[in-house]
């Protein structure tokens, strides 16, 4: 369980000290020399190791995070930057629709008695998408808004004492939206959970009887600290109510090693286990030109060059974007940042940026306006040598670029992203220069961890028809989409691990959203006009699972990370299309199609829970510590089993015969606090439920 840290401090160490510090990431001294420059501090959430081992997070300011480097008991503090943003054919062809509505089934599953998390932003609150069409109730039960400051009656959750937690239907509705500027958020929480009855329920989620939590992001400055606290909050609530939970991250950025030994990654590793599953979107990327890997076979290969090039064009008022350079163990190099004229094919300015100490300062002469500054350190978790190269150019002259070259010391492989949102890779035809490839572009946040279920897309609809206009996509009906990012991951791991529909899905979007980028497809004739439109991305096709294992969790809740990976590969579908995958899958579809239905049935056969012929939720309840059930008339003997979430069987009963009519009790008042599995055993099936006792 993560540590929180509460910072109290009275003054800021100065830069000269905090330079002396090695327990600084190259993105946090970059962060640092930046914060000197600013009349007002904003906090910023980052990750801190202590010298004991424990991780956790740290929301201060820059001048507090210094000090906080200069205790004896802290190892390594890092600053992560913001993610990116990342229903009708798509449910029938993952064979969802075969689950929610019982097909080959005792009984329907429906993500009933299951938290579903959403870690987003763009949420509109009001949707009928959230809310049971039986009674109206809202079924969005708790949302913790990070970036709202202040919101009558509300107060910050306690455990991390920013943003404002929302914990009624009141108070959700009231709030209406967390965003004014997209819709994301909306459209991804519907498809793993919405519940509208319109259009026959046309565009209900995979999992429409899921409780729903939201975290909103705060889109301006949330770091991938903010979303590990975010996962830690809604898995908190899941527990405190005693229920398995599965949260969603349509969210990815390219700040990272890419091989799983990032804090997010480790973090997230560490939070999940029985019960508690994160699925991820594996990238938009495929496409992008932001990657380079590169092996060394010797000191005498000649130099690795590329451009840096900026996406956006730089100005005084929009510039940033930053490089990283990961190079394995041993692989020793120097590296280069020069103003190149690519008109003369040659260097003009040439500046050593490593071998160095703490941070530099680039400036290219005449050739570009502004800085750029590098920063380098040996990874404590991974080894590997680990330079960000952040760009503060305002202009690069014309018939000039910025060139990296990086010359080997030794044999050695190293790779090289680009963020791919304000900077990316080229080699601008030019002999002697590197392009990027198409391969290896899965995003870190829902891509790159060992133990999230990272999703791909690929194309069930490649036309649409919005309230004003009608297109045709270039897509492939049922072919991997042109954006879904591959694998595999930087230390060779396949991913994505399946993939689902992402390509052009209708569901639910906010009715608060004034970007002016909706694409409407539908409008309800409702009190507030709520609308349905379309997005595409792998952001589309994460949530779709998300909700397919909510369904899972609410038969087996007790499924584990490597359970679900397990069952993943054994039951995804493969055909012409995918062609024929090794058991390892590839890094195109990982393992295949999602399969629902499939999914299920092994998720109940291998865990020994068999498919009920009756539905006996309908049969089994517990209520202020007292467990009653009451079965068929036709069953012959039942068995009951009360068991720790370790596995320690706390209780065993068996009734026969059956009495019909008759409702069976047993008293759990002697457990003492914790969660437990209650299984019901009869000769046509199981039932297994989790409780949480309290006090």
Request: with cysteine.
């Amino acid at each position: 369980m993560r540590t929180l840290y509460t910072i109290l401090m009275l003054a800021a160490t100065a830069w000269t000290s905090v330079m002396a510090q090695a327990q600084l990431s190259p993105q946090t001294l970059l962060m640092l020399r930046q914060g000197q420059t600013r009349a007002a501090e904003r906090p910023q959430t980052v990750y801190l190791t202590r010298t004991d081992g424990t991780m956790g997070t740290l929301r201060a300011t820059p001048s507090e995070i210094a000090q906080m480097a200069a205790e004896g008991n802290v190892s390594y503090i890092h600053l992560t930057s913001q993610p990116q943003f990342m229903l009708d054919k798509a449910k029938a062809e993952t064979g969802a629709i075969r689950v929610t509505q019982g097909e080959g089934l005792a009984q329907p599953y429906t993500g009933k008695g299951v938290v579903v998390g959403i870690v987003d932003a763009g949420f509109d609150y009001t949707h009928p998408a959230f809310r049971n069409h039986a009674d109206g109730k809202l079924r969005i039960a708790r949302v913790w808004e990070q970036g709202t400051a202040a919101f009558p009656g509300c107060q910050p959750p306690e455990a991390y004492g920013y943003g404002i937690q929302l914990t009624t239907p009141e108070d959700i509705l009231r709030a209406q939206a967390d965003s004014d500027i997209n819709s994301h958020g909306t459209h991804v929480a519907a498809m793993a959970a919405g519940s509208d009855t319109f259009m026959d329920g046309l565009w209900q989620g995979t999992a429409p009887e899921a409780d729903i939590v939201l975290v909103a992001l705060d889109q301006s400055q949330c770091t991938q600290a903010d979303i590990t606290n975010a996962v830690e909050y809604i898995f908190a609530y899941a527990t405190e109510q005693g229920k398995p939970c599965v949260v969603n991250l349509s969210l990815g950025n390219h700040d990272g090693p890419h091989d799983g030994t990032s804090y997010f990654d480790r973090m997230a590793d560490q939070m999940q286990g029985p019960g508690r599953l994160i699925v991820g979107a594996s990238g938009n990327h495929r496409k992008d030109k932001f990657h380079i890997c590169h092996t060394f076979a010797s000191s005498q290969d000649a130099p690795l060059r590329t451009f840096i090039h900026h996406k956006i064009t730089p100005s005084r008022d929009q510039f940033g974007g930053t490089v990283q350079l990961w190079a394995n163990p041993g692989c020793e190099l120097s590296v280069e940042l020069s103003a190149y004229s690519t008109f003369s094919k040659a260097d003009k300015v040439v500046v050593p940026v490593y071998p160095a100490q703490g941070v530099q300062t680039v400036q290219l002469g005449s050739y570009a306006t502004g800085t750029m500054e590098v920063a380098s350190e040996i990874n404590p978790d991974n080894g590997k040598l680990h330079i960000v190269i952040r760009s503060s150019l305002t202009s690069v002259r014309n018939n000039y670029a910025v060139a990296l070259t990086l010359r080997p010391q030794s044999a050695g492989t190293v790779d090289i992203w680009a963020d791919n949102t304000w900077l990316d890779l080229q080699d601008k035809g030019i002999e002697g220069f590197t392009a990027p490839s198409d391969a290896s572009t899965i995003a870190e946040i829902g891509g790159t961890g060992k133990r999230i279920l990272t999703v791909g897309a690929y194309v069930t609809r490649n036309d649409y028809q919005t309230l004003t206009a009608t297109g045709t996509l270039n897509e492939t009906l049922g072919a991997l989409a042109s954006f879904s990012s591959v694998g595999p991951t930087a230390d060779g791991r396949i991913k994505p691990d399946v993939t689902a529909p992402g390509c052009y899905i209708i569901s639910a979007i906010s009715s608060y959203d004034a970007s002016g980028t909706k694409q409407v497809a539908y409008t309800l004739s409702d009190d507030q006009p709520h609308e349905y439109g379309y997005m595409q991305g792998t952001s589309m096709s994460a949530p779709l699972v998300t909700g397919i294992v909510a369904t899972w969790l609410e038969a087996c809740p007790t499924l584990s990370p490597e359970m679900l990976h397990d069952i993943v590969a054994s039951t995804a579908r493969t055909d012409d299309l995918t062609g024929s995958l090794a058991p390892s899958g590839n890094g195109l579809w990982g393992h295949g199609r999602i399969d629902a239905h499939a999914g299920l049935l092994q998720c109940l056969a291998a865990t020994g829970i068999s498919a009920p012929t009756h539905n006996l939720r309908s049969y089994i309840t517990v209520s202020q510590g007292i467990l009653s059930f009451a079965l068929p008339h036709d069953t012959p003997e039942a068995t009951l089993t009360v068991a720790s979430l370790t596995g320690s069987t706390c209780h065993t009963s068996l009734f026969a015969p059956i009495q019909a009519d008759r409702t069976y009790t047993h008293s759990l008042a002697s457990l003492p606090k914790g969660i437990y599995l209650i299984t019901l055993t009869t000769p046509t099936g199981t039932y297994t439920t989790k409780w949480a006792k309290r006090a």
